[in-house]
């Protein structure tokens, strides 16, 4: 090193390899200068255990900074059989910021297609962060039936914004994923559940609390868009104000206890919402205008609640609701051309119901006692609940929400003028309904060792053998033909804190004559009480070599066992979040299985008999350790009612120390594919990899 703090260096090496004495690889750097805040060097080559490759460069630069720095992105050389050759994911990379970046890519195919990304990450600690990206492809596929090409262009906008305001009472996050709906079609990156993507959903809100007041607002901006009809459905804006409950007849300040009607409380909210749906195709044209909705709800909730006897929990509650809609329907018979005719009158209209209703509830406790054996005691809780509500007759011609038309049959036909709106109108009929359900919760008191464990309280520890098992209905008194309605169960059990387990169904209680639903009861008919009409089940789980369970029924990365969140950290490092294996599991699996089943009884207009329908599915993930270096993965599902397996693929990857292999294998199906990928660890030399692909459009 001379007097101006410069280096010189004769045969050196650069790795990131951690074994200093024989890395695995390395740039042989034949002469170098280093400097304080650059490396500048001649001839260089890059060697693996030991063996020169004929790779090389004829001099060098490398900045040398603890800082942000900018840089040319190199491409990745492929080859596709319909695209042809191609240079991708090529450009420039700006560090503009310790706040935020801007990266831009490029994609270009010997056939003629292209593409150009641009992203952009951001972040301020303690306030936001996000991540922005634009996409726009143009595509020319070769046409097998005319000899040519056909053309398409795609594009794709994604958003993700979070921040913190803790204390301010404000929150504002967005999350858009919108574009055309073959874009995920067409994109070269791969990626299996893009590819089979139904929906397109976005959503971008912004939220206001008041602090020490019952206020708060928020006002929300969403999109959906069906990828495989086109049909979009967009709200601008969606707006909520709300009254959290309050007490008016009860204060502060008040001595003694508390009455009945010092818990009079009520709550009022409003929305406001814009909302059109329309084809993507014409979402910008003229027309899209009129198929604009628009409707104002407000909503006040009075309730109150007390004790009676000191047993049971009663809680009478009035309810009132009204409708604001800048338009209404009339509908009237032509008879020159023999159909209904339906016009459009604009102007405000407003609509108003109310319903009132009386609830009561107790609890039953039940427990066996155990003397001796491991289990202690069995506990039932039983949560008996009933209550009555009416509501009048809002289709009744007082109101004026419901007319009529004469059709062609002289027959008078009711129609609500509110039907089409954005929030629609009052319904008709009057409902006089006693409804009735009962939850159960039984739990076991497990003797415990000692009294030191997590969970346990006075030598005793707690588990739940059943979480929930509820069974509701009701009576209408006001409907003639069918008064009892469903009787509905669903419950809910956790086997070992790692398995979950639910199940739901429904019970008529009516008979069925001839493929149609008449009210006679089923007793009555054939001497049974009720017939099951639907029910599910489904058991989820996770269990991997650390004895870790995940019951949520949350998607679990098959490779690694990663999170969601975690997995959104890791690809703000590496868009490939596969690159990162934990090789220190060595085992794990998540499973789940449904089945539905439905009998509504009814005949289908192609079927000569009743109709049912049974489905059950199995899927599985997860991966294992074969040795300390090699882990494989693996992601199938299989649907019993077609007998079919469903989407699978498995996943090979080798810890080769600084470097590592990895291999993902789609072997059938819509999407079968493989990619190899051959890359170093270190993230400084992220563009030293060899990548084999054969993407499923290449079929």
Known sequence: MDEHRV?????????????????????????????????????????IEGIPLPLGVPFGFFPKTQKRASGIIFPSIREDASLGFSAENFGYYLGLSDHFDLSVLGEMYSLGSYGVRASSRYSWRYRFNGNFSFDYLRRKFPNDATGGYSLGKQFNIRWSHSQSNRGTGTNFSANVNAGSSKYYQNTTDFNLQDKARNTLASGINYSKTWLNSPFSLSASANHSQDVSTGQVSIGLPTLSF??????????????????????????YSLQADNRVSTGDSILFSPQTLDRLQTGIRHSIPVSTSFNLFNYFFVSPSFNYNERWSFKSFRKYYDPGVDRV???????????????LSLGMNTRIFGELNFRKGKIKAIRHVITPSIGFSYRPDFGAEKFGYYQYYVNAEGERTRYSIFEGTLYGGPSAGVSKSLNFSIDNIIEMKVRAENDTTDGEEDGEKKVKLLDRLSINGGYNFADELFPLSNINFSGSTTLFEKISMSFNGSFDPYAVIDGRREPVYLLKH??????????????????????????????????GGLDPSMQEQLYLVDPNPEAFVD????????????????NPGTYSSRAAGPVKRTTQALDMNGDFSLTPKWKIGFQTSYDFERGEVGSTSFSIFRDLHCWALSFNWIPFGSYRSYSMDLRVNAAVLQDLKLTKRRNYYNY
């Open 583 to 598: 090789f220190n599991l060595l085992w794990s699996l998540s499973f789940g299985y449904s089945f539905n089943y439905s």
């Open 7 to 47: 280096a010189y260096i004769q045969d050196g090496i650069y790795t990131t390899c951690t074994n200093p004495a024989h890395p695995h690889f390395g740039i042989r750097l034949y002469k170098t200068k280093v400097k304080e805040n650059q490396i500048i060097t001649g001839p260089a080559n890059l060697f």
């Open 526 to 559: 054939s001497n049974k009480l009720a017939r099951l009409t639907r029910f599910s089940f489904s058991v989820r789980g996770s269990l991997n070599s650390r004895g870790e369970g995940n019951t949520t029924g949350q998607p679990v990365n098959p490779v």
């Open 341 to 355: 005719i339906t016009d459009t009158v604009k102007g405000f209209q407003a609509s108003r119901d109310y319903s």
């Open 242 to 267: 709300n009254v959290s409950r309050i007490t008016p007849f009860d204060s502060k300040n008040r001595v003694g206890a508390q009455k009945w009607y010092h818990r009079i409380g009520m709550s």
